[in-house]
Structure formats: C-alpha cells, structure tokens
C-alpha cells in the first residue's frame, strides 16, 4: 500500500489492523474496518505520530492513557455492537475509542472525569466530522442516567467492582464491558443483562488506570 499525502499513517493503519487485530482472533468486519479508517494520530499529540499505531498504549493529557490498539478493538468485538444501538463510553480520554465507537453505533455518549480531555477530545472529533456523539464532564462510575438506557457500555478504565449505576443503565439484551480488578492487574468482564437478571462473563487479562468516583476508586 502506497503512501497517500491526503490520508496519512494509512499503511501504518492498515499494518495494525492485519499484524495486531486480525491475526490476533478480531474478526468483527465492523470493528476491523472501524480501526482501520478512524485515524489514532490525530488523538495523541505530535510527538507521539510515530508510535500511534504500535500495539502499546499511550500517555496522553493528566496523566491518562489511551489503550492500546489490541485491548480496544477486542473490548468492541465483546460489545458486539449494532448500527441501532445507543451506546455509553465511561472514560471517554483522547476521544479514539469514542470515534470508533461512533462508526459502529448510532449514537455515542462519553463521559470523562477531566474538562481539559473532553475538550481536546470534542475538539477533535468535531474536526473529524463525527455528529453522532455527545461528550460530558462528571463521575463516569455514576454513567449517564437522563440518556438511558444503552445497548452498550464500554468502560475505560479499571473498576473495583461493577459500578451497579451502569447495570441499572443497560438496556434490556444489553452488554457492559468492564475491566475489574485492583489498581495493577484486572481482568476484562462483559456482563449480559436480560429480562431475569444478569450475566458476567471472563474474557481476559488486562490493565487499565484506575475508575475514580463514588462506586470505583477514591481519589
């Protein structure tokens, strides 16, 4: 694949998406094909472009992160998400996750505990052209109660437990995708809500920084 001035990293995109998803079991076509056109350079600052589609994550403002490229896309295929679907995004960052989020969904709520990154991040995605997203400032472990209920929660950052405000918050056949665990190591859960209750599911070894509101981590 040849270089191209008006789509930059588009070799670098495409060589994440066969080397680090597609080998590694994603096979979601949505999520495939969401990775591959959603530019991640553009949510890390220029000094980073080098490594914005390495398989590592990055340190971005206030001393977050955004995930790396394998963690987010095996999150998305878990969600197994819908064009329909309404989904929630607890610690929403850079806003990457939210754009690939707003390629597979019909629309797209974030919340982010810092002003500073819902800013950039609205900043950017407004530039990229993504409409179907709304970006809010506040405790991510409470989710968004006025907007519900979601098809999908995907969560960010690492919880001690399963807030119960984002289990009240699913729809019905709803799918919340969280890493629990402690502040080091955690393990990546979906939970399955239906009409008698819920299910949780263990996918996989992960780490994340911490969940911090009134049902994840003090402050």
């Known amino acids: 694949m040849s270089p191209d001035p008006e789509n930059p990293f588009m070799t670098e995109r495409h060589s994440m998406v066969e080397e680090q998803l597609h080998h590694r079991g994603i096979h979601d076509p949505q999520v495939l094909a969401a990775m591959e056109k959603v530019p991640r350079h553009e949510f890390v ?14 340190v971005i403002a206030e001393q977050q992160t955004t995930s790396q490229p394998y963690i987010i896309a095996s999150m998305l295929q878990a969600a197994e998400i819908k064009p329909t679907d309404r989904a929630l995004e607890i610690g929403a960052g850079s806003g990457y996750q939210t754009a690939l989020l707003a390629e597979l969904a019909n629309e797209v709520f974030g919340i982010e505990r810092y002003s500073t990154l819902t800013d950039e991040a609205r900043r950017v995605l407004d530039i990229l052209g993504y409409k179907n997203v709304t970006l809010f400032t506040g405790d991510g472990t409470l989710g968004l109660p006025q907007f519900a209920p979601y098809d999908v929660i995907i969560v960010s950052a690492a919880a ?8 009240e918050q699913l729809a ?8 629990v665990g402690n502040t080091q190591q955690q393990v990546l859960e979906i939970v399955r809500k239906q009409q008698d209750g819920i299910t949780m599911e263990c996918l996989e070894g992960c780490r994340f920084v911490p969940l911090i509101g009134q049902q994840g981590f003090a402050a």
Not at 45 to 58: L, Q
Not at 172 to 179: A, E, H, Q, T, W
């Open 45 to 58: 600052s220029p000094g980073d472009w080098p490594e914005a589609y390495a398989d590592r994550p990055i």
């Open 160 to 167: 001690p437990r399963v807030p119960p405000a984002l289990v």
């Open 172 to 179: 019905i056949g709803g799918r919340l995708v969280i890493p």
